[in-house]
């Protein structure tokens, strides 16, 4: 006989997801509805040494129960494939076994090709290793779920202008369909998914199973102030302001409006403000409750960077959700870490 507080407790979170359901993309009737994730185990050395790994089984469940429904899985795949670009198979063992949990936790999961800087580096082995890749992954996951998405590359810039992306992206795209030729796959501008670069992205017509993604780290200053990896490392103490909010609104209603002229479904990849700068959390908070909460009133999906590593939302070494910024992006976290596990 289930207790009244398990009564109360499902009921309540029926009534949380009601209340923050947001509208099917348009163009994505046919597509998984992917509504709220995370990056996850792009800088885990489970890739080097599954034994040192600091991502475990049970943080799919922990991310399911914390209120996502998909993760990203940020793949540096160029680093294990050797001169003539087969891909190692213990690293493709790790990545059935993080497919399978992942979707066994009852999470969408999107292969994101992360290897954006050295696909800047040399635009020529970047097309020869993609090509690789995806000719290694796309049969290997023909008969996974539809929960199972494919991100051709993260963030194409510098060399990668739109002109050379577009015509990479449709080769590409041609690779993945002769083993998924429905499956969805997620494609983005260029100048590191930029929504700016929208409008010259270009997508063949009659495939409608692809799923539009950009990045969004604006006001760059107020979100990488400290950053070592950006031009920002000097910086400090810039403050998220109501103008900054206002902005994101007016920046994603340009999103909403080619979303809405292409037909095409949106999901926001990346999000966030970094940790180690010196940013006050409450800052932190209110620009990653602002984002996610802009993204939701448009219907786009979004993916919070990132799990762990930087900017985190799970502290590994407490062995725990970083409390403030789990319940930036998912308002109902507080909740949903005090419930009794519902499955
Ligand atoms: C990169 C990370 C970086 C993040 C925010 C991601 O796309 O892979 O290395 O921390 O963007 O700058």
Same mark, same amino acid.
């Given at each position: 006989m289930p207790s009244l507080t398990r009564i109360l407790s499902a009921l309540m979170l029926l009534f949380v997801a009601a209340c923050t359901s947001v509208p099917a993309?348009?163009?994505?009737? $046919?597509?998984p509805q992917l509504r709220r994730g995370i990056n996850v185990l792009?800088?885990?050395?489970i890739w080097e040494d599954p034994a040192k790994g600091?991502? =475990?089984?049970?943080h799919f469940g922990e991310i399911r129960r914390g209120g996502f429904d998909f993760v990203r899985v940020n793949l540096h795949a160029f680093k294990h494939m050797? %001169? /003539?670009?087969h891909i190692s198979p213990a690293w493709l063992d790790r990545l059935d076994w993080i497919v399978e949990n992942a979707t066994e936790a009852g999470l969408s999961v999107i292969l994101d090709e992360h290897d954006f800087n050295a696909c800047a580096e040399d635009v020529a082995a970047c097309r020869t290793k993609l090509t690789a890749f995806w000719s290694q992954v796309a049969p290997r996951y023909r @008969?996974? +779920?539809? $929960?199972v998405l494919f991100e051709l590359l993260n963030e194409p810039h510098g060399p990668l202008d739109a002109p050379t992306w577009n015509a990479m992206l449709v080769d590409l795209l041609a690779v993945v369909r002769e &083993?998924? +030729?429905t499956r969805t796959v997620v494609i983005g501008p260029t100048r590191w998914n930029n929504f700016a670069e929208l409008p010259t992205l270009r997508l063949p017509?009659?495939?409608? @199973?692809i799923l539009v993604t950009f990045h969004y780290y604006d006001p760059f200053k107020f979100t990488h102030q400290? %950053? /070592?990896? &950006?031009?920002?490392?000097?910086? /400090?103490?810039i403050p998220f302001t109501d103008a900054d909010r206002a902005q994101i609104g007016r920046d994603f209603d340009k999103v909403a409006e080619w979303a809405r002229a292409n037909n095409r479904p949106i999901l926001l990849g990346e999000f966030g403000a970094y940790?180690?700068?010196? &940013?006050?959390t409450d800052m932190r908070v209110a620009y990653t409750n602002a984002v996610a909460r802009e993204a939701e009133a448009r219907g786009f999906a979004w993916a919070y960077? =990132?799990?762990? /590593?930087?900017? !985190? %939302?799970?502290d590994m070494e407490k062995d725990g959700w970083v409390e403030p910024i789990h319940e930036a +992006? !998912?308002?109902e976290a507080r909740y949903l870490r005090g419930a009794s596990p519902i499955r």
């Open positions: 993309p348009a163009g994505g009737q $046919s597509q792009g800088y885990d050395p600091r991502f =475990q089984e049970k050797d %001169a /003539s670009g @008969n996974a +779920p539809r $929960s &083993t998924n +030729p017509e009659d495939d409608r @199973n400290g %950053a /070592s990896w &950006t031009d920002m490392e000097d910086v /400090s103490g940790d180690k700068g010196g &940013t006050p960077w =990132q799990f762990d /590593s930087d900017f !985190i %939302a799970w +992006p !998912i308002p």
